[in-house]
């Protein structure tokens, strides 16, 4: 059984206009989640719910974050800095001001994807360069912000936990470590949503092969939290005529914007093999650490849908998790639950 403490996204509870983010507080309050991931598109969007400056509502979202027991453990996402085309200059300077959101609300983390735009360097020495001089900067002040890298399945440099690990012991500092998601792990490794299967060919060797390589080489201290989803299978398959389709976009790029349910709502067509990386990644490892919920559904967008009603599906979500595990494995996870 699982320990560790729960949180979620801002954004898994809803992403109409009406879903405003006292509302997301509130419910995942009362539906025992104690840590919440701060997207700041929903402090921006509370800013002008409030008609006030977005620094005096990220005062506000502290405020009702304590009074209702819930520690807001990271400001996200902070995307496409390191490896930039733009002047690092103007990139820290933006790294700034999420920074100082950031200690307003007394986040632990500022959350940081792997450079996803075509634009971006390959030069490791300049990634790692830019890496550095973030986490220098959020450790200038008091309090220190930590930086949690994560990989992104569609990285233009940087879409494995390993390229992740390596980095992290380059920038080698101590406010800078990892934020792992099973959707890009499963993504990159297991599903497609291109392949009328939902299955890449060497699906099951290639993630079991991964997870095996964790155990052996990542440090549980290099990890700072985890995040889980499920993936939502594309009937019929992403192609041109797809609605959803983008020219350009990487196809797990648009999977994941779109048809991200919460873990194991196979009812919603959720189909990966989550139970696996939880697992390795939390269960055998020993981490202790924090488990959020990070979905992006599409259902969500809609005024009708109640951001109580996601919170429900959250904790029904998390109990399968813990009853998934406390389950037998005799068949192997992998198989058993394609």
Not at 4 to 13: E, Y
Not at 234 to 262: I, M
Not at 309 to 333: H, N, T, Y
Request: hydrophobic residues 40%; charged residues 25%.
């Amino acid at each position: 059984m699982l320990s560790n403490k729960q949180a979620i996204g801002s954004l898994s509870l809803g992403q109409h206009s009406t879903h405003t983010l006292d509302q997301k507080i509130l419910a995942a309050a009362r539906h025992g989640f104690t840590g919440l991931e701060i997207v700041y598109l929903d402090l921006e969007n509370y800013a002008k719910h409030l008609e006030v400056p977005i620094h005096k509502a990220a005062e506000v979202t502290r405020d009702l974050c304590l009074k209702n027991n819930v520690e807001i453990i990271s400001l996200a996402p902070f995307e496409n800095f390191e490896g930039g085309s733009s002047p690092l200059s103007e990139r820290l300077t933006t790294a700034k001001h999420w920074l100082q959101l950031a200690r307003t609300l007394q986040a632990t983390y500022l959350q940081v994807p792997s450079y996803y735009n075509p634009d971006g360097s390959t030069d490791e020495k300049v990634v790692v360069s830019d890496l550095q001089q973030l986490a220098n900067l959020a450790s200038a002040a008091e309090p220190v912000i930590s930086i949690a890298y994560e990989y992104l399945s569609w990285g233009v440099f940087c879409s494995t936990w390993e390229t992740a690990l390596r980095l992290v012991n380059a920038v080698d500092r101590p406010n800078f470590g990892l934020c792992l998601d099973n959707f890009h792990e499963h993504t990159r490794l297991w599903g497609s949503n291109v392949d009328t299967s939902g299955k890449l060919p060497a699906g099951d060797q290639g993630l079991e092969a991964s997870l095996r390589r964790f155990s052996e080489q990542c440090p549980v201290d290099k990890i700072f939290y985890v995040q889980l989803s499920d993936a939502e299978r594309f009937d019929p398959p992403l192609s041109e005529t797809h609605p959803w389709y983008q020219q350009g976009e990487a196809p797990q790029f648009t999977w994941s914007k779109h048809a991200r349910p919460f873990p194991l709502e196979s009812e919603l067509g959720g189909y990966l093999p989550i139970l696996e990386i939880v697992k390795t990644w939390v269960v055998d490892k020993g981490f202790k650490g924090w488990v959020s919920m990070e979905v992006f559904d599409w259902r969500m967008r809609r005024a009708e849908h109640k951001v109580e009603d996601a919170a429900k599906r959250a904790r029904v979500s998390w109990d399968k998790i813990q009853r998934g595990l406390s389950e037998k494995d005799e068949k192997g996870f992998i198989k058993a639950h394609y």
